[in-house]
């Protein structure tokens, strides 16, 4: 450490407090012992320091301030309770009112499309990851078939041949726009845990979706982080979703 | 330790009051430099305190606790977006000024004042708290919730900056000469 070094350290440096104690300080002070003209400059530099701290400690305080404290916290500690409870009370109706008026609109533009389906149902498992919720997980086709059939699901869906072979992990019903949504999901092989799901299939009636794609081929779209496929198999449209790609989809939509 | 020892412990609202609205209104003066601003801020952190005071667990702490209000409280008042850059001690370029002892105990608290307005304001709540309270370096840091580095250098560079508006002159020659090791 030079003498300039140590001034810029002792530049800080307040008489009489812990700074001494700080490491910076004392090497810095130790090197003012040995140095007679960096420690004239640090009796300078302290006698102003300790000059401004005196002036700072002289800004005047305000008459009656400290009186007008002490009342004022018997009025801010009740009126803010007034307040909240009113603001409250008005917020509250406010908010019923809104709902009251704009909830019947929003109803009526709700968005009934089939991609606006197909975004929602995607979320859905994109949200869970690998362990969306299911209302039964069971490996089981039979038991799934049963159970979405028992609470107003599709146990009649059709799966394409490349999925028949694909292990189940599970079912659960959505619902959208008042209609039952029914999802299987399905285990790739791609992940060891045994209940992972990793490829998710929807199935809605196809009347429940307006402009629900026709019969014929699945067509493809990215939403979401996911690859879907959909296509309208009998009275029932599917869409299926996984975190792969296009090509990882095909295989199993052969029918 | 059961709750009617640590209540018992708990200091009273008019005694925290006695003992640091004096402080606490120069410390808001420094960093607001408006009286009424000043009251405000004084004001707000002790309302503050009556209403969520009781949150405070370690009671040594109330007068840390005190600053820290204030000042996020002044802070919140400006709405600042922008964040302060950070200088660490080693980057400070600036040379003090040399002023000397009699020039400031010759100066009254309205010159004083004139001259903290000519601060950059980010350099006000370390400056006034260096000189205010003798909290240590670590204190101001978490007070101002800056790095303790950051806290130094603030600090070197507005005592720079204050000596300079109360009327040092430039430092000496030979000082910027010397090279760094």
Not at chain 1, 135 to 155: C, P, S, Y
Not at chain 2, 142 to 165: C, D, F, N, W
Request: hydrophobic share 40%.
């Amino acid at each position: 450490m030079n003498r300039q070094q140590a001034q810029e350290i002792l530049r800080i440096y307040r008489p009489g407090t812990a700074d001494a104690q700080d490491p910076d300080f004392a090497a810095a002070l130790a090197l003012a012992r040995k140095d007679p003209e960096l420690d004239n400059w640090l009796l300078q530099q302290s006698l102003v320091q300790d000059a401004l701290r005196s002036k700072f400690r002289q800004i005047p305080i305000p008459e009656g301030l400290k009186e007008q404290i002490l009342s004022e916290r018997k009025v801010q500690t009740s009126l803010p309770l007034k307040r909240k409870l009113v603001l409250s009370a008005v917020c509250a109706a406010c908010i019923l009112l809104l709902a009251a008026l704009v909830l019947p609109l929003l109803r009526s533009h709700e968005d009934k499309s089939f991609a606006n389906f197909q975004s929602r149902m995607v979320k859905t498992v994109a949200r869970q990851g690998l362990y969306p919720k299911m209302d039964l997980e069971t490996n089981d086709v039979a038991e799934i078939r049963k159970f979405l059939a028992q609470h107003q699901g599709h146990g009649d869906y059709v799966l394409p041949n490349g999925l028949q072979k694909t292990t189940s992990t599970g079912c659960a019903i959505l619902p959208w726009q008042g209609k039952a949504v029914s999802m299987v999901c399905f285990n790739s092989g791609k992940n060891p845990a045994a209940n992972a799901s990793d490829l998710f299939l929807f199935v809605i009636n196809h009347a429940d979706v307006p402009k629900a794609p026709q019969a014929g081929k699945p067509s493809f779209v990215q939403t979401n982080s996911l690859t879907t496929a959909s296509w309208t198999y009998g009275d029932k449209t599917y869409i299926l979703a996984t975190p792969g790609d296009e090509a990882s989809l095909r295989k199993y939509l052969a029918l | 330790m059961s709750h009617t020892d640590e209540s018992a412990k708990r200091p009273n609202f008019e005694g925290l009051v006695e003992q640091y609205y004096r402080s606490l209104y120069q410390f808001a003066f420094s960093l607001a430099q408006s009286e009424s601003e000043a009251c405000d801020l004084t004001q707000q952190t002790f309302y503050i305190w009556a209403t969520k005071g009781h949150q405070l667990r370690d009671v040594s702490k109330v007068k840390s606790w005190l600053f820290t209000t204030l000042h996020r409280e002044f802070l919140e008042s400006r709405r600042r977006q922008t964040r302060f850059p950070h200088y660490e001690l080693s980057q400070v370029d600036e040379e003090l000024p040399s002023i000397s002892p009699a020039r400031v105990n010759q100066l009254d608290s309205a010159q004083l004042l004139v001259a903290l307005q000519q601060i950059d304001a980010v350099y006000h709540a370390p400056v006034a708290l260096f000189y205010l309270e003798d909290y240590a370096y670590k204190e101001i840091a978490e007070i101002l919730s800056i790095p303790m580095g950051t806290v130094k250098s603030r600090i070197s560079r507005g005592i720079a900056q204050l000596q300079q508006a109360l009327g040092g002159s430039p430092p000496a020659p030979a000082a910027k000469k010397e090279s760094r090791e």
